[in-house]
């Protein structure tokens, strides 16, 4: 167990937790500036203006602010690709590290079952496999996409990794409501994605 409270640059309080030879925050990123105090482009506007951003852009899930405490902020990947999002000390994870996660909690077909928050309060039924044994507590939130907000009804919770896939995808790790797995695809880097962040 790890006990280390961790704030960003906005001042919200990260909680932290031991996973292996891991240490993960057990919140969702919520920073609205990059870790120098620059402001990261907050874009409310329409679908076709977020999935043509070839720039940094943040929202909230349904443009509501409300989603902040739960489900953090959704970023695009040119954010990530900064190097500049996560506190000091702090990265996001590479597609590696998010595998070593995978491993360690037994391998990609249970792993996501260890980490989701259990019960149905932030998960849709039935909420397949859910322990929270790792202490990861993965609170359900959707993501932004193409055509815009994914409905919650989808049950996918993706998280950017830091690595490119090619000059258009980048790798993200997910969960879903009715999956113990924790599944690996690249999209397209103008999705809207929640973050994990890793220590150095």
Sequence with gaps: M???????????????????????????????KYNDGTEIPFIVDTAEAWHE??????????????NKETTGALYNWHVINTGKLSPKGWHIPTDKEWSI????????TVAGGKMKATGTEFWSGPNTGATNSSGFVALYSSFRGKSGFIPSSNGTLLFWSSTAFDDIDAWAWYLRFDSEALGRNHGGKYHGFSVRCLKD
Excluded at 25 to 31: A, C, D, I, Q, S
Excluded at 101 to 108: I, P, R, S
């Design 53 to 66: 951003l070839n720039s940094p852009g943040y929202c909230w899930y349904n443009d509501d602010k409300f």
């Design 101 to 108: 996660l995978a491993e360690f909690l037994g391998g990609e």
């Design 2 to 32: 790890n006990t280390e409270i961790v704030t960003d640059i906005d001042g919200n309080i990260y909680h932290t937790i031991s996973i292996g030879t891991q240490v993960w925050m057990v919140e969702n990123l919520k920073t609205t």
